[in-house]
């Protein structure tokens, strides 16, 4: 499955709800985000903490994010971050093996879980408040003091490698690896937070340990405290129990990622899937990189969703007409460059029309009348609404500005709803125009072999 545009999924709920919080200290700084308030404040060893206060039901939730994922890992560490997020949840220096540490959080009531993403890897409790501060206790205790105990590693590789096996039986995983190695080449495993077998299964604690000295210091992670928390009270137990982690070297600052290579040529992908009675074409472009062109990702977000409306021109072309069963277009917000994807699935005899279809959609993207005003007034209010929205249960909400901070930074997350109102349909057309139109790209098509042998398709025929 390709990466959706931006960082979670969206919820639309019946009431957009607003939480104020007053400040932990007097040093604290109430900030707005899309959704709410909330208290800002760091320790002195760098460690950045927010707390969201929402005391409708007795739940909180404690996340901490770390800048961390596959965009740190040369080829010796692909899929080594996401092995490092499960073994968070083992033997450490309070808890001597896995079982007893599980034990202690099921005795508290929390709900415990954790993702890694390309820029960032968070984890996170859900328990009764008033757990509260033995959640922090053992949060704090839990990234502080790893044993990376080789038995619970050896065991813990072949759960990692099953979640691999899973992936890599769905139809189209050898489509998404392709197309990937041709859009990234030599960074294609920065991409991947999966990660490649050989790795996961030579992992050694060692090289865990590695990732710990690195990455899981105090002045690369954000602490957030979200819920039925009073925030008066929160920066005396922050400072209680994760004062004393120690500070380290700015891991970007002696070995930054690279930033991939701009595509140098158009590229043809075609893959055959055995067993499958569907066809995928795919188009991928090397999209803006947040941080480096903001404007840019505020145009992909309004111009995806005027493009998903089963009413938009793009979907009345490509799937009311029968060409397709689906088309899609997604961009995925990043720091080292966002991709751009648009796609379609059809029948095997409809291959090539949907493929040529898909394109002279595509070189219409900028036409001036492309999309209504009315279209672009919509999705602006909509994602507004939507981005409001996503603030009704805390405990979810918590993973939005986790991911902004790490791969962005809080003050374009803060920001995000009136810029995304300023979207203009220049903004869009220089978008398409910067990105897209004109521009190197690759394409993919995959079906089963049949289909394939029967296409022959050839990079003269179809790249543009």
């Given at each position: 499955?390709?990466?959706?545009?931006?960082?979670?999924?969206?919820?639309?709920?019946?009431?957009?709800?607003?939480?104020?919080?007053?400040?932990?200290?007097?040093?604290?700084?109430?900030?707005?985000?899309p959704e709410k308030e909330f208290a800002r404040f760091h320790l002195d060893n760098g460690l950045e903490v927010i707390v969201v206060q929402n005391n409708f039901v007795p739940i909180a939730t404690i996340e901490l994010a770390v800048r961390n994922g596959s965009f740190t890992e040369g080829?010796?560490?692909?899929?080594?971050?996401h092995l490092y997020e499960h073994m968070f949840f083992k033997a450490n220096g309070e808890y001597e093996n896995s079982q007893s540490f599980i034990s202690a959080l099921n005795s508290l009531g929390i709900l415990y879980n954790a993702t890694t993403r390309e820029e960032v890897v968070y984890y996170y409790f859900t328990l009764p408040s008033a757990n509260l501060e033995k959640g922090l206790e053992i949060m704090s205790n839990t990234v502080q003091t790893p044993r990376f105990d080789s038995v619970e590693l050896e065991r813990e590789r072949e759960v990692v490698l099953g979640e691999f096996d899973r992936q890599e039986?769905?139809?189209?995983?050898?489509?998404?690896?392709?197309?990937?190695?041709?859009?990234?080449?030599?960074?294609?495993?920065?991409?991947?937070?999966?990660g490649q077998r050989p790795v996961i299964k030579t992992a050694?604690?060692?090289?865990?340990?590695?990732?710990?000295?690195?990455?899981?210091?105090?002045?690369?992670?954000?602490?957030?405290v979200g819920?039925?928390?009073?925030?008066?009270?929160?920066y005396p137990l922050v400072q209680k129990y994760f004062s004393s982690w120690k500070r380290g070297p700015d891991p970007f600052a002696s070995d930054p990622p690279p930033q991939p290579k701009p595509l140098a040529e158009k590229k043809l992908v075609t893959v055959s899937v055995p067993g499958v009675d569907i066809s995928q074409v795919e188009y991928l472009w090397h999209g803006p990189s947040v941080g480096i062109d903001n404007a840019a990702t505020y145009a992909a977000d309004v111009f995806i969703f005027i493009?998903?409306?089963?009413?938009?021109?793009?979907?009345r072309k490509l799937v009311e007409s029968g060409i397709t069963q689906g088309a899609g277009i997604n961009y995925y917000t990043q720091r080292y460059t966002g991709p751009i994807s648009v796609q379609i699935a059809t029948t095997p005899e409809n291959t090539m029309q949907g493929q040529r279809a898909l394109w002279d959609e595509i070189q219409a993207f900028d036409s001036p009348d492309y999309f209504t005003d009315e279209e672009l007034a919509t999705a602006k209010q909509i994602l507004r609404m939507r981005a409001l929205y996503e603030s009704e249960e805390t405990s979810d909400w918590v993973h939005t500005p986790a991911f902004w901070w790490s791969t962005t930074?809080?003050?374009?997350?803060?920001?995000?709803?009136?810029?995304?109102?300023?979207?203009?349909?220049?903004?869009?057309?220089?978008?398409?125009?910067?990105?897209?139109?004109?521009?190197?790209?690759?394409l993919g098509i995959a079906s089963n072999p049949q289909t394939m042998a029967k296409l022959n398709v050839k990079p003269s025929e179809v790249l543009k």
């Open positions: 499955m390709r990466p959706i545009a931006r960082a979670l999924p969206r919820r639309l709920v019946l009431l957009a709800i607003f939480f104020a919080v007053i400040g932990a200290t007097a040093s604290a700084q109430i900030r707005r985000s080829p010796e560490y692909a899929g080594l971050s039986s769905a139809p189209f995983f050898t489509f998404g690896r392709a197309m990937d190695s041709a859009m990234w080449g030599e960074y294609v495993v920065r991409k991947q937070p999966i050694t604690p060692e090289k865990m340990r590695t990732i710990q000295r690195k990455y899981y210091i105090p002045n690369n992670s954000l602490l957030i819920g039925d928390v009073d925030s008066a009270e929160i493009l998903s409306q089963p009413q938009s021109r793009f979907q930074g809080l003050d374009y997350y803060i920001g995000y709803i009136d810029n995304l109102a300023k979207v203009t349909r220049a903004d869009v057309q220089n978008y398409v125009r910067k990105y897209i139109k004109g521009k190197n790209y690759v």
